[in-house]
């Protein structure tokens, strides 16, 4: 197996162009899931790579992998199966925080594999057995690691790193020297807008503003002031390196001086528009959407909302006069679920009804009027529904993900 590290630098002055590649590197409990549905926002539909997990990742033919330019989870070195390297980014959490939240999270988790065994250890003896203390120990300086050279797991890449004579600490700091960006959970909305100057995409409220409802947050958990001095002393024996990764990686990020790509990527517009045609399985302005899929039957491309049960679209908008407006659906995961559909624009219901017969089983269109407004934030939509669940839990198909009502289309034109 090749061995290579590769410290390549990507040139980041043009900003993240149409024909490179992107891959986030989800390391665990790292405000990762949010800041992937913020990635994605920006892809559409055959652009992102399906599988976030290595196991589902090495199904894949390696031919097809070429065809994606988003890559984001919990993968090991792959870049040797690509035409180039992908620029790489990640994001370093304080050690002893992402510990509290990681053990937190897998006695929440029934699917996690340590889930039984963690739910009957307290945090003390969770960090001494040496199966669940392995999610622990320097796992994010250990993912870096995984992802300097092509290896099978964690243990192989422990063995290999062994063979090389590499220091793993120094190694770790030079792959990290080699990423397009390196964000911190503590500084989140300020890495966010950092990533996006370096991708050369401008920054949207819309980006930051649910920092706050974070996408698999731990909440009511024990916190650091709350460990017992021996506790705390174990934490801190287990993250030897990942504290050292962590402190260098923030003192780099509070030192540096920020700057943009002298090229703006986005594929969204800033200037406000008098009509919009967005096309869910494209790029989608907002927070709260699911990756995009293809309807098996219409063909159609669509977004469902999920995990949480209301999503974002931030569309600028001329609304010096009435508009019409049409959303074309999908799918809902249960009828009762479409039921509770709304939408809100600035802050404002939108009455929606089915066009046509009145049918009010997807694939249908529904329409309504946005009122002349002169609101300074035209253009804020929100679509909620009262909850989400998953296919599994209706015992329809293995997929756990928490949906909603999908969507396909909206409109908006300038009313006669």
């Known amino acids: 197996m090749r061995r290579d590290l590769d410290v390549t630098a990507p040139d980041l002055t043009s900003g993240f162009g149409p024909d490179e590649r992107l891959y986030f590197l989800h390391i665990h409990k790292t405000a990762g899931s949010t800041l992937a549905r913020i990635l994605e926002s920006h892809f559409g539909q055959g652009q992102i790579c399906p599988p976030q997990v290595w196991q589902q990742f090495l199904a894949l033919p390696h031919a097809e992998l070429a065809q994606y330019r988003l890559f984001r989870g919990h993968l090991l070195a792959f870049s040797q199966w690509l035409p180039a390297r992908p620029w790489i980014v990640t994001f370093l959490r304080d050690p002893v925080e992402r510990t509290l939240s990681t053990y937190d999270y897998i006695r929440r988790n029934d699917r996690h594999r340590l889930h039984r065994a963690a739910t009957t250890m307290d945090l003390e003896t969770f960090l001494h057995d040496p199966e669940t203390a392995g999610t622990v120990r320097d796992l994010q300086t250990r993912w870096i690691l995984a992802n300097a050279f092509p290896c099978d797991s964690l243990k192989d890449m422990e063995r290999q790193l062994e063979e090389l004579g590499l220091d793993p600490l120094e190694t770790a700091r030079h792959q990290l020297d080699s990423y397009a960006f390196v964000g911190l959970v503590e500084r989140f909305e300020t890495s966010v807008q950092r990533l996006m100057d370096t991708l050369g995409w401008p920054l949207f409220d819309w980006m930051t503003e649910h920092a706050g409802d974070r996408v698999n947050v731990s909440e009511g958990r024990v916190r650091r002031?709350?460990?017992?001095?021996?506790?705390?002393?174990?934490?801190?024996?287990?993250?030897?390196?990942?504290?050292?990764?962590?402190?260098?990686?923030?003192?780099?990020?509070?030192?540096?001086?920020?700057?943009?790509?002298?090229?703006?990527?986005?594929?969204?517009?800033?200037?406000?528009?008098?009509?919009?045609?967005?096309?869910?399985?494209?790029?989608?302005?907002?927070?709260?959407?699911?990756?995009?899929?293809t309807h098996p039957i219409t063909g159609a491309g669509f977004r469902w909302i999920g995990p949480l049960p209301e999503a974002s679209l931030f569309l600028p908008l001329r609304r010096d006069r009435d508009l019409d407006l049409r959303l074309t659906i999908q799918k809902a995961i249960t009828p009762e679920v479409l039921a509770g559909l709304r939408l809100r624009v600035d802050g404002h219901d939108v009455d929606l009804r089915a066009e046509g017969t009145g049918d009010d089983e997807p694939p249908l269109t529904l329409v309504g009027r946005l009122p002349t407004s002169t609101e300074a934030t035209a253009g804020r939509f929100r679509l909620s529904v009262e909850s989400t669940t998953s296919p599994a839990a209706l015992g329809r198909a293995p997929d756990r993900r928490q949906l909603g009502v999908a969507f396909s289309r909206l409109e908006l034109r300038p009313a006669p």
């Open 225 to 293: 002031d709350e460990l017992s001095p021996g506790v705390l002393d174990r934490v801190l024996e287990l993250t030897v390196l990942d504290r050292a990764l962590h402190e260098g990686a923030l003192d780099r990020f509070d030192a540096a001086t920020p700057t943009a790509s002298l090229v703006n990527r986005s594929p969204f517009s800033a200037e406000p528009a008098e009509s919009v045609d967005l096309d869910f399985s494209g790029p989608v302005p907002g927070f709260g959407w699911q990756m995009p899929e």
